[in-house]
T-cell receptor
Framework: SQTIHQWPATLVQPVGSPLSLECTVE??????LYWYRQAAGRGLQLLFY??????ISSEVPQNLSASRPQDRQFILSSKKLLLSDSGFYLC????FGQGSGELFFGEGSRLTVL | AQSVTQPDIHITVSEGASLELRCNYS??????LFWYVQSPGQGLQLLLK??????LVQGIKGFEAEFKRSQSSFNLRKPSVHWSDAAEYFC?????????????FGTGTLLAVQP
């Protein structure tokens, strides 16, 4: 069966420090991968998605970037964190080519920027 | 533009009472609709989905939802709520987007269950 892992689960970082959140999927190949951010009262906002290695699409302009160095690995990064980057970050995957299929989510990473 | 509206930010029901969570969407084509549930500090779990066919869909944990095209709604229901149903519920809409499954989520409804 397929599983998705995110780490770290919790992170407290000072303003201006770098960020790296990692996500890996097991049990499937060539998945679509997504990073969402969840802020209180604002639902889930899609930040990035990827349909293959090295292929990244950004949905909103921001201080963050994403990379996909391997088929089942998705990384969310920042060179210098802002206070506004605080939030709950969720990685998700879906079957490639199923344009209306559901997303499967990881357990999330809570980022607090102080 | 596509959007999802969940008009109720917070709902409190008594254990054993019935539940209906509202969801309205705006989508230019035939939508694909989803309900997800999120426990505190956790990821999202799919409750049910609608792609086509029967407009009343059954999901896990005793939930069901009805697609009403004329009202652009996809409300979630449960006949008898259990204390373990306390969580946040998200409605989402998507469509056939080629290789991707980009979903648009509502802002969520937080459900509290009173004993």
């Amino acid at each position: 069966s397929q599983t998705i892992h995110q780490w770290p689960a919790t992170l407290v970082q000072p303003v201006g420090s770098p960020l790296s959140l990692e996500c890996t999927v097991e049990g499937t190949s060539n998945p679509n991968l997504y990073w969402y951010r969840q802020a209180a009262g604002r639902g889930l906002q899609l930040l990035f998605y990827s349909v293959g290695i090295g292929q990244i699409s950004s949905e909103v302009p921001q201080n963050l970037s994403a990379s996909r160095p391997q088929d089942r690995q998705f990384i969310l990064s920042s060179k210098k964190l802002l206070l506004s980057d605080s939030g709950f970050y969720l990685c998700a995957w879906s079957m490639f080519g199923q344009g209306s299929g559901e997303l499967f989510f990881g357990e999330g990473s809570r980022l607090t920027v102080l | 533009a596509q959007s999802v509206t969940q008009p109720d930010i917070h709902i409190t029901v008594s254990e054993g009472a019935s539940l209906e969570l509202r969801c309205n969407y705006s989508y230019g084509a035939t939508p694909y609709l989803f309900w997800y549930v999120q426990s505190p500090g956790q990821g999202l779990q799919l409750l049910l989905k609608y792609f086509s066919g029967d407009t009343l869909v059954q999901g896990i944990k005793g939930f069901e939802a009805e697609f009403k095209r004329s009202q652009s709604s996809f409300n979630l229901r449960k006949p008898s709520v259990h204390w373990s149903d306390a969580a946040e519920y998200f409605c989402a809409v998507g469509g056939y987007g080629g290789a991707t499954n980009k979903l648009i989520f509502g802002t969520g409804t937080l459900l509290a269950v009173q004993p």
